[in-house]
């Protein structure tokens, strides 16, 4: 047979290798999810998410200030609260004086020119566990829920959160929370990111530990995607585009590339982001201290793999090697 192309020759060199990426990863692509928790002081270490803890308000500067210095861009923040009385309403979400509301002005001072993005849901606050408010019989109230969920991102947004990134996952929100920024004069201040395709998951565990966030009686699989459901996926990526979301997120990422690159042809002009969940940071350490692969070339194949589905922003838990990582 005639040899009409040597594809080989296109990853003999390192630099021939990297040229085969459309899109290379950088730092900017990165968003670190944080947990703020409401002992001021804190730094405590979560067990089941290697390397990360649940940080106090004056400690933010400590940790955060040299990764800022490596050029950290943006995290998005999640309020982990002991203190307070939790209800069915959620009222803890948005407490002047709770970690999230605190933090936001905290790192606006301390870091001016860091993007912060706040996670917008209930789960954290509510008595139940439950996204939203509930009705008698344990199902979800949609319209009080996503009332409540557009005051709570409206709360972020004027304590300064460059980005509310709706995870909750009720019907209608991101209408509603775009309304409440337009009206409230912050429409042009602050991004709206919705959790758009967002899946009933087993890679959240971790994430639940962190948080505290685990549901007292039921699941969520009443109002996240069910794992098979590639129709509904699309569905919400363009209800959400046309709701007025300024960013698509998919989340988890790896088992849901498919749905990354469903994502960047619905909305070809929207920046699409995706969630590499805390199961599967816990599952890139466990192979790696199993043996299995080295944990820098697996956590480089699987952001890669992510950003060539279409993504352009990760909001991963490795954010601090990468940053560590594409310096060298
Ligand atoms: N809204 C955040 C989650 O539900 C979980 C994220 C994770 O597992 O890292
Ligand atoms: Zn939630
Ligand atoms: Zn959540």
């Given at each position: 047979?005639?040899?009409?192309?040597?594809l080989?020759?296109?990853?003999?060199?390192?630099?021939s290798r990297a040229w085969q990426s459309r899109r290379q990863l950088t730092k900017s692509m990165f968003m670190y999810p944080i947990f703020i928790t409401d002992d001021p002081n804190a730094s405590v270490e979560i067990p089941t998410l290697p390397g990360q803890r649940r940080w106090g308000v004056n400690r933010l500067e400590e940790f955060l200030g040299p990764l800022v210095q490596k050029g950290l861009a943006s995290v998005i923040l999640f309020g982990?609260?002991?203190?307070?009385e939790k209800d069915g309403r959620g009222t803890p979400a948005d407490d002047p004086s709770g970690p999230v509301i605190q933090?936001?002005?905290r790192l606006k001072t301390l870091f001016p020119l860091l993007y912060i993005a706040c996670d917008v849901c209930l789960c954290e606050y509510t008595s139940h566990g439950h996204c939203g408010l509930l009705h008698q019989d344990g199902t979800i109230n949609t319209e009080p829920s996503v009332e409540r969920l557009a005051e709570v991102a409206l709360n972020y947004a004027l304590a300064g959160a460059h980005c509310v990134a709706p995870s909750d996952m009720m019907d209608g929100r991101v209408a509603a929370i775009k309304r409440k920024l337009i009206d409230a004069g912050l429409g042009n201040k602050c991004t709206l990111m919705s959790y758009s395709a967002k899946f009933a998951?087993?890679?959240y565990g971790p994430f639940r530990d962190a948080a505290g966030s685990a549901p007292a009686f039921g699941d969520r699989k009443c109002y996240q995607l069910p794992p098979a459901a590639k129709g509904l996926a699309k569905r919400a990526i363009l209800r959400d585009a046309t709701e007025g979301a300024d960013i698509i997120m998919v989340k988890p990422a790896l088992p849901y590339l498919d749905?990354?690159?469903d994502a960047a042809e619905l909305a070809p002009d929207h920046p699409i982001a995706c969630y590499q969940v805390s199961g599967e940071f816990a599952m890139i350490h466990a192979g790696a201290k199993a043996g299995v692969y080295e944990l820098k070339t697996?956590?480089?194949?699987?952001?890669?793999s992510m950003v060539r589905a279409g993504a352009g922003i990760i909001l991963s838990y490795f954010t601090p090697e990468f940053l560590d990582w594409l310096s060298a």
């Open positions: 047979m005639e040899i009409s192309s040597i080989q020759g296109g990853y003999q060199h390192p630099l982990v609260p002991f203190k307070c933090a936001i002005k998951s087993s890679l749905v990354i690159a697996m956590a480089f194949e699987a952001a890669e």
